[in-house]
């Protein structure tokens, strides 16, 4: 393990060994939710059929074509709001940053939104489904972003109210720009609207997921680079520079990768609050709040998570399935509130 | 060997924070900042440890300019600590401690990390609180954690002779009378093993006892500099400080009233 991660970037391996088991557990258990949603659905097909080889061609063609991507781009996505989640309150030395609440999901939806309804026009479809979308939510996420690290610059731990104010007015600027591009929109642009802002992973295929597949795992290494530097920068700013921390670097590297790995999600399965928000503080309750330890926990996490509550929208209704940010926010605000009240007593 | 400035004037906010200042912090030696509130003593502090960049004069690292030496190696150089923010998060003290190791790649010192983290807790005497919450924490036992952090930066193997530099803003505030006294013998123990330390005290009998050089500062600039008994003079401190000192020789105690 150690030299795994020492391999990736990871030097000083400031993690113990209570931790590295902890971070393990939590890779067998996503690897066990990425199996169990694999064979679960409208179609099951148990695991024994796949190893024999005895399954059909429809089974194959479901498992490889439809059920693979969906469970995968769950995965990513659960994977990239954790780690982003992680990584945006360590930057913001911030308990209650998560991508959704603080405005950087709406950021790329809105990204996104402009490019369905004005991109369409603009480029003759050759570029748009596979890597225009993505880009369009990623530069909306990185706006965001930098635009909140400047507008709470110098409030330190003490602009957990202004972020969070900040974010709400985010999202109200991104609801209503989404608004008038869903009013100006054609019928075809609307319809392709409307399905995305669903928010869901289905229907995903192949093409749509490989951009994003690569996206998102730079990103998530990219992070895993400088969590060592995410511990220090918890000092101060000016305590992490006495330390050899390159302040602006980190701070660039940090806002690039979170707003490529959530634009990346956004782009691909609509908006989904909380996970980024409720995953880092479980993590942190099992093992600890170092950085090393956090990301990647994290990542594993918010993709066990993920894949657990797609698997629940498309199995507890069938045949219809219950869109996938209902059930994460059903788990995450009521966590939101008791994390208010545990800040509030400390 | 010194961390030195030459004629370096300091702008913040467009106000002139320091103006023509030159000091110079040797190996083996002490050098206390003394002076009243805003007077600079913190912004020179900043200043020679690569915090804030002079508008005039330079600043030398062992006779290189501060400029064309890198944060790592800075790093690596000097260890600062100074007026400390709230940490969000429940660290443990040991991680707290353990942020002071400056990761030096693969050098002989990264196998000796284990080692110098219990060496430094055995020296700033926190083992009991080293499994605790950082956060729980009194004011004065959380600095004397960020000494500790501060003194692993400067961690050196005993058969290693690299320069390294020590710069401490108010150390003992919070400190109880014990660990005052604690922290300066350990302070004191760093130079005579080769540390250049400058510090910023308050305590004026503290820098009497402690300092090998005092520099006093006062509205931007240095008043006196030179050895504790030479500058610490009732006529010149009552005119600082603007209040009655009395100064008597050997030991050397300063009253005030």
Known sequence: MNNFLSVIGIKNIHISSRQIIILNVFVIISCICFLMASVTGSINVPIGDIIRGDISELTKIVLIEIRLPRVILAALVGASLGISGAALQGLFRNPLADPGLIGVSAGAALGATLVIVLGSSMSNGLFLGSFLLPLGAISGAMFVIMMLYLLTKGFGYQGVTYMLLIGIAVNAIAGVGIGILTFISTDSELRGLTFWTMGSFGGVTWPLLIPAIVIILISISSMMTVSRNLDLIQLGEPEAYRLGVDVKKLKYKIIISCAAAVGASVSLSGMIGFVGLVVPHLVRLFGGVNHNYLLPSSAFVGAALMITADMLSRTIIQPAELPVGLITSAIGSPFFLWLIFRIKRS | ?257
């Not at chain 2, 300091?10 to 190996?27: A, C, G, Q, T, Y």
């Not at chain 2, 030479?230 to 300063?254: A, F, W």
């Open chain 2, 1 to 257: 060997m010194s961390i030195r400035c030459e004629s370096i004037d300091i702008n913040l906010n467009k106000r002139e924070i320091l103006k023509n200042i030159s000091v110079e912090v040797n190996e083996k030696e002490i050098l206390s900042i003394i002076g009243p509130n805003g007077a600079g003593k913190s912004t020179l502090l900043k200043s020679l440890a690569g915090d804030i960049n002079p508008i005039k004069g330079n600043i030398f690292y062992d006779e290189k300019n501060i400029n064309n030496i890198n944060i790592q190696e800075r790093a690596f150089t000097r260890s600062v600590m100074s007026q400390l923010q709230p940490i969000a998060f429940d660290f443990s003290v040991k991680e707290i401690v353990e942020m002071g190791w400056v990761d030096r790649g693969e050098s002989e010192y990264a196998d000796q990390f284990d080692d110098a983290v219990n060496e430094v807790i055995h020296k700033c005497g926190v083992k009991d609180l080293i499994n605790r919450n950082f956060n729980t924490l009194s004011g004065g036992e959380q600095r004397r954690i960020h000494f500790a952090r501060t003194l692993l930066q400067l961690w050196r193997p005993s058969n290693s002779d690299d320069p390294k530099y020590l710069f401490l803003d108010e150390p003992t505030a919070n400190l109880d009378l014990t660990y005052e006294i604690k922290l300066l013998n350990i302070v004191k123990e760093i130079a005579q093993e080769g540390a250049g330390v400058m510090l910023v005290l308050h305590d004026l009998n503290l820098a009497a006892k402690f300092s090998d050089k005092v520099a006093i500062l006062k509205s931007g600039s240095i008043i006196d500099i030179g050895l504790p008994k030479d500058v610490l003079r009732s006529t010149l401190l009552s005119d600082i400080y603007e209040i009655d000192v009395e100064v008597k020789d050997d030991p050397l105690l300063i009253t005030y009233y």
